[in-house]
């Protein structure tokens, strides 16, 4: 007996049967715009559909949002995106994220079969992409000479960065007689060995009018230059394939010519700031060389015999002050001690005494001193000393003081 399935099975198995197959995942569908609503939600819901066959479509908010384009109900346009399934419905549908009118769709075609073909050789590589040179000396411009987009960027390099010198390559920009040209003008820049860096310009247009750099031999040329390649190519919102093969993309051809240059009044400045700050360290370091100079001068100076004669003299000069202070101190002392000593003689001297009315008495013949009665006999001759002379004096009686 055949196999049973759920709706929701056999749902789920078709899409996985549609989510497994790779040329579901991103296909283009040409339709006529019908059934379109706008949701509250930013979503779009819309059918394509053409004699035969009606498509359900969704695209997200920010897929809706991205589009260059407002389509409108009857618009026969070119949709891309992948093949889902709906569960809940059982439908399949196209997920969009890519809606452009139909009469640039075999362009688009071109471009994104291009584009993946040369993706897979690894053109757009980024590990290819080279650094654009900070200052450089000749900027190489491939473009044309009457173009906005050119005097765009000399008015530009000459506001910004006036000493670099421009190198023009020119070529058409437009039109099938454009990309063998642009080759042409590129080789002739690698060729010229002053170059640093080329910038490829135009100015913007449509689709059409961009389609030269789309070309795959100028695309070619671009991704094997020896020099780094900048593109400014339309307007932001372009991009072309030379873009993706470029080191580095901007937006227009003005902002290109800003990034390829550095601010010369910024750098200017920029250089004034490293002046002052190359003075100021110059500066601290002779400082530095001064004080380290005088310090070995002075340590120098310490071990000259000149210094050490003036220490030494210094040192004498300051023992001799010290011993006479010494001995002048001692002098002092001793004429102290001396002036002590005398006036303790001269109040123990016996003229002392005789200056208070005392009397130095002493035996005529053999001079001793008298001190008691009983040191004299009676008719003794006596020397009585006086303080201003002396008398002679006989012992005519003795009276003894009882105890």
């Known amino acids: 007996m055949t196999e049973t399935y759920t709706v929701w099975e056999l749902t789920t198995y078709i899409r996985d049967l549609l989510d497994l197959d790779p ?29 035969r066959s009606e498509l ?31 569960e809940a419905r059982g439908q399949y549908q196209l997920m969009c994220d890519q809606m452009q009118p139909a009469g640039v769709g075999d362009l688009n075609r071109q471009f994104e079969l291009l584009k993946i073909k040369l993706e897979a050789e690894g053109l757009f590589d980024t590990d290819r992409k080279r650094p654009i040179p900070a200052f450089p000396h000749q900027i190489g411009v491939v473009t044309s000479p009457t173009t906005a987009a050119f005097q765009d960027i000399q008015n530009v390099l000459r ?22 040209q642009i080759v042409e003008a590129i ?14 310009a135009r100015g913007g247009g ?7 750099f789309n070309d795959e031999t100028v695309v070619r040329a671009v991704a094997g230059s020896r020099l780094p390649v900048i593109t400014g190519v339309g307007h932001e919102i372009d991009f072309t394939l030379v873009d993706f093969a470029a080191d580095y993309r901007a937006p227009t051809p003005s902002a290109a010519a800003e990034i390829l240059t550095p601010d010369g009044e910024a750098l200017r400045n920029t250089i004034e700031i490293w002046r002052d700050q190359m003075a100021e360290s110059i500066q601290a370091c002779l400082d530095d060389q001064r004080q380290g100079i005088a310090q070995q001068t002075r340590w120098l100076g310490r071990l000259s015999p000149a ?29 102290e001690r001396l002036a002590s000593q005398t006036r303790a003689l001269e109040s123990a001297s016996p003229l002392a005494l005789l200056q208070r009315g005392y009397a130095l008495v002493t035996r005529a013949g053999d001079g001793r001193r008298v001190s008691s009665v009983n040191d004299a006999a009676e008719g003794t001759l006596l020397h009585i000393t006086l303080h201003d002379g002396r008398l002679t004096a006989s012992v005519q009686k003795r009276e003894k003081r009882e105890p």
């Open 23 to 51: 040329k579901l995942q991103q296909v283009w569908v040409e339709g006529e715009l019908s059934n379109l609503t706008r949701a509250s939600s930013g979503h779009w819901y819309f059918t394509l559909k053409d004699d």
């Open 187 to 200: 080789r002739r820049l690698n060729d010229y060995t002053q170059v640093d860096v080329i910038l490829l």
């Open 56 to 86: 359900k479509c969704v695209m997200w908010k920010a897929a809706a949002a991205a589009l260059n384009y407002n389509p409108q109900h009857g618009d026969r346009v070119l949709a891309r995106g992948r093949v889902a399934v709906y």
């Open 307 to 335: 210094h050490n004669i003036q220490t030494s003299r210094q040192r004498i000069d300051d023992l001799l002050s010290r011993a006479a202070r010494s001995i002048e101190n001692d002098l002092a002392r001793q004429r």
């Open 206 to 212: 449509s689709l059409e009018d961009l389609w030269c």
């Open 159 to 180: 506001r910004r960065y006036p000493l670099v010198e421009v190198i023009l390559s020119p070529t058409l920009v437009q039109g099938k007689e454009a990309p063998p």
